[in-house]
């Protein structure tokens, strides 16, 4: 678990760990020079409960260094990665485990997640569609996976890749050692807020001229949050951007109509992609490219 300033969701974030049904594991957390007490909240945890492995970088290191730093602190074979800002099903180590360690084919897993806000209510509901359609973004949240270590360490962890898609591009090279594999149920909830972490990191992008992409996901991010996508001075009218841009612009008019639209479209494509895939196994990730 890598920590920079997350002290408003830490709480919630270690407590869901130390409570897995799952409880053969260490907790290495690694605090990146945090300014808002995070550390002292990290320290509590780590006094009462000998499962956690806290270190700290003394000068910020940022998202990718500290990352693979964390992972080189972990002692076990397989690594699940948290982040500091959402929360894990009771059951989310135990299955992933149970995946990686039965099929040594496997190298990666992930399960899916809903969407909560800052006071944890579920703003976005599970979307299996993700695993049916063929797509260069993986179906789960980055923080949800869980991964053989051997692998992690062959592919040279985020390769010094910015985080904006140090993700995605570790999973791309990962996949050329195995399958990486997604699990239907939601055993994950990401926190959908302003101060996180890729929401930073995607508006940055937007000093160099941001994409098309970049922005539909920073606008998207944004309306889950619970406020207006403010983005329709980037969103151009062309080829690409028009989605973005229209969207952008009825988010502004009236959010709470356009996030009650989304949540119904994302409801119904997951109930038809239900007719092929069933709680209880595992699917490959249709990778694009």
Known sequence: MPVHNARR?????IRSIITQTFADFELVILDDSSTDGSLEVSREW????????????KDRLGHSATSNLAVSRARADYVARMDADDISHPERLFREWKVLSQSAGIVLAGPLADGIDADGKQVRPRDRWRIVRRSKFAPFAHGSIMFRKRTFAAVSGYAGTPMRVGDQDL??????????VTLPEVLYH???HLDNSTLQKVSASKENGAANDSLYVEGAMRLWAGHTPDIQDACPWKSGGVKAAVLARWGNASPSSLRAVMRCGVSMRDRVAGIWIKDGKTYDWRREG
């Open 46 to 57: 780590a006094a009462r409960d000998d499962r956690i492995s806290l270190f700290e970088n």
């Open 9 to 13: 969701f830490l709480d919630e974030a």
């Open 190 to 192: 990401y926190r959908y």
């Open 171 to 180: 999973y791309h090279r990962m996949a050329q050692h195995g399958h990486i």
